[in-house]
C-alpha cells in the first residue's frame, strides 16, 4: 500500500473511531442531560423539616409532642386527625372526614384505630416531656368529628419514654426472614396483652389460611374500582406531588427504589393505578411477601366501640414501638377485614369470637431500614377553635 494512502487510510479509521466515540458521548451526554431534567430521588422524610412551619400560638413543648403524634400509623397514609386548639395544652382531636378511605373503610373502623395510635404517641411523647394527658371522650360514633379533649399537666414522677423509639418506628413490608418468633421476644411483645394478642406461627394451618385469603382478599380489592380508584388517589408518585401532599403512600415508603423508582416517579400516575397490569403487580406483591415471614399476629377488641377501637389503636402503637429493637418487623395487612366476602369468614373460619381489628404479618428483619414515610407539618393539622 502506498504511504500517503495509509495515512489516508489511517485518517479515515480515526475518524471513523472517532465519530463512534463522538456518537456515544454525545448519546450518553443527552442521556445523561435528560436523566439530570427527571425527577431522580425518591422524596423521603428527611427531606422535610421536622416539625415544620409552627403555628405562632402554639408552644415549642406543644409542636414536638404533636409532631411526635403525628409518626402514628395510618392506612395509606391518610393521617385522618386534625388538632382543635382550645387554649395551651388543651386540645380536641377531631376525626378528619376529608381524609376519610370510603372505598376500604367505609365504617371509619380503620380511621379510629389510627387515631388510637396517634393518641398513644401523644401520651408517651407528652410524659417523655414532663406532662400528665387528661383524655375525655367525646365521640359515641365513628363519624363523630371531636373524638377526645386532652389536657396536659405538667407532673413528677411520670415514667419517660424513649421518642426515639417513636422517630423510628416503621412499617416494613420487604424482605422478612422466614424463622419463627422466639419464645423470648413473644413473651416481650405479648407481656402486656396475652388475652388480645394472639401469634399464628408459620408452621400452622391457621397460617396457611390467612396467606391465602389474604391473597384472595387482595384480589378482591385490585379489582373493585371504588378501592383502586382511592388508592391511586394516595399513592404519591412523583417527589413533587409527595412534597406537596406529606401523606399518602411515596415510592419510598412502599419500598420501590432503583431503576424501578426513577421510571414509575416519572412516567407514571394515576390512570396506571387502575390499568390491568397494576392490579396483576399489586396480587403478586402480596403473594410474594406472605410466602415469607415469622406468621401473622391477630389484635382483637372488646367490641365495635369508639372506646374499643381507641383502646386497640393504643395496643397496636404499643407493640409497634417495641419491635425494631427485637429486629422485628409488623406489616399491617388489612384487605382480608377490608372485604366483605373474606371478614365474613375470618372470625368462625378461625374460631375467634372477639372481633379481629388488625391481621399483622410479621418477622424478623437482617436489616432494619430507615423510616421514610411522610407526614404533615403541625401546621397542616392544627386549627384555631373557631378559625
Ligand atoms: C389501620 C391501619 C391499616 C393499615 N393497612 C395496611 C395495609 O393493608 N397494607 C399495608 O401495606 N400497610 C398498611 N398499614 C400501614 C400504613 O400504610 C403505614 O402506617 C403508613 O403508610 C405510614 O407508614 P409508616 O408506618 O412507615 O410510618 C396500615 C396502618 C394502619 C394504622
Redesign the pocket.
Known sequence: MHGNNVVVLYIQILNRKNFFAFAGMSLFAAGGIYYLSTDKRNFVRNDISEVGIKPPFLLPDEANILYLAS?A?????AQPWLVKYIAPFHWIICNDKDRWLLGVDPTQR?TL??IG?FLQNLEFAANESGYACHFTQLATTNQAEEVVSVTLTKANHLIGFDTQKIIQ???V?SHYLGDLLQKKDLDFLLNEATETIQYIPNTTKEHRWLNEQTIEANRLQAYRDAAEKELADWIRFSSKDAKAHSDG?TLA?MEIDGVAAWYLRNFYGKADVMKKGFREKSIDTAKAQVATSAGWLLITSDDYSVASLLET?KR?QRLLLKIRERNIAI?????ILEETATAQMVQTSLGITQPIQ?ILRVGYLAYYPE???LRRPVDKFIILNGA
Do not use: D, I, K, Y
Not at 73 to 77: A, E, F, L, Q, Y
Open positions: 409518626l400509623p395510618s392506612g395509606h397514609n380503620e384505630l389510627s395510635a418506628r416503621r412499617t413490608r403512600l415508603s389503636g397496636l406489616h399491617p395487612m388489612t384487605q388488625f423510616p421514610v414515610s
